[in-house]
């Protein structure tokens, strides 16, 4: 299904909502989650139309080499859910679990956090999952569905990255973690943090045409794409990015699923999408036209409008 929206021109963007920060143990290492309280009022008319009701809790998973601030655009459109957002262990401010960061590893943290890690979260929370992010919560809906009610996908991994039209893009940012791998600590690390490296990328995934947008999302990348806590980390999480998709889980996600698909996704075909979806027992799909794999920096106000519509028909 296409969904159609009306671009808007963003000179400054700047965030007013406020998280208490807050800290939790998992495998014997402190994690951080950004915890936003929603926002008194009638909002973006979320809640329930039901004696009492609120809005459900949403919990959000980033994508690769990103933290917590790439998704603050979105948590800026749902300002009627309470919206809690971690930085995956060992990016961002978290400290690297022991062991391999697969897969696994970041859908047992999530499941720590939604189990008893983070204050008042109940069944009722819905998880969402970005790009990379949205395979580790697919495989959390998949193991514990008791966790959550509603799942979201935003630009999610529909096709192993070695395939398809793309799969000369994706070898060639195997070959440059495979060359990061291979040389000295120091040296590895600085090809893994080059500055021109970073540009680059950004640049491959921007679609806008909004330049002041693109400056913006630039900036963001140059700040927060490199924040990661060792070469390990990026390097295993970077394998896990491309040999798991979103359909490894599937056929086991009973629950709601949302998946907010965009029409120039590099890394995942409108048709890919489009299976993904029927893979699923209860899903539906949007794809907003004009956009890439950056929905949570170029159509945020686009997405949270179809998560809350989602949202508000589940829960009335």
Same mark, same amino acid.
């Given at each position: ?82 919206? $809690? ?68 996908? @935003? ?19 195997? $070959? ?21 490296? @970073?540009?680059?990328? =950004? ?40 040999? =798991? ?14 998946? @907010? ?46 998560? =809350? ?8």
């Amino acid at each position: 299904m296409r969904t159609a929206f009306r671009g808007s021109t963003t000179a400054n963007i700047a965030f007013s909502r406020r998280a208490v920060v807050r800290t939790f143990a998992v495998d014997g290492t402190v994690q951080r989650c950004w915890d936003f309280p929603a926002v008194p009022g009638p909002a973006d008319g979320t809640a329930s139309s039901g004696p009492g009701a609120q809005a459900p809790p949403i919990f959000m998973v980033h994508g690769f080499r990103g933290d917590h601030h790439g998704l603050l655009r979105i948590v800026e459109a749902l300002p009627g859910h309470r919206v $809690l957002v971690p930085d995956l262990p060992g990016f961002g401010s978290a400290q690297p679990l022991p062991g391999t960061h697969d897969v696994g590893a970041y859908a047992g943290f999530v499941a720590a956090a939604l189990s008893g890690g983070l204050p008042d979260l109940g069944p009722d929370t819905v998880l969402l999952g970005h790009s990379f992010g949205s395979i580790i919560a697919s495989r959390v809906a998949a193991g514990h569905p008791e966790l959550i009610s509603e799942l979201i996908l @935003v630009n999610p991994i529909c096709e192993p990255a070695l395939e398809g039209p793309k799969g000369i893009t994706s070898k060639a940012a195997e $070959l440059y973690y495979l060359a990061a791998a291979r040389l000295p600590e120091r040296l590895g690390m600085a090809l893994l943090q080059h500055p021109a490296i @970073v540009r680059g990328m =950004s640049i491959f995934m921007a679609k806008t045409r909004d330049r002041s947008l693109r400056r913006w999302i630039h900036g963001q990348h140059d700040a927060y794409f490199s924040a990661f806590a060792n070469r390990n980390v990026v390097l295993d999480a970077f394998r896990a990015s491309i040999s =798991s998709t979103v359909r490894d889980s599937a056929g086991a996600l009973g629950m709601p699923v949302l998946l @907010v698909a965009a029409e120039r996704d590099d890394l995942g075909s409108v048709a890919g999408q489009q299976r993904l979806a029927a893979l699923m027992p209860d899903a539906e799909l949007h794809v907003l036209p004009g956009v890439g794999h950056l929905v949570h920096y170029e159509a945020p106000a686009e997405a949270a409008e179809l998560i =809350s519509e989602f949202l508000r028909r589940r829960h009335s």
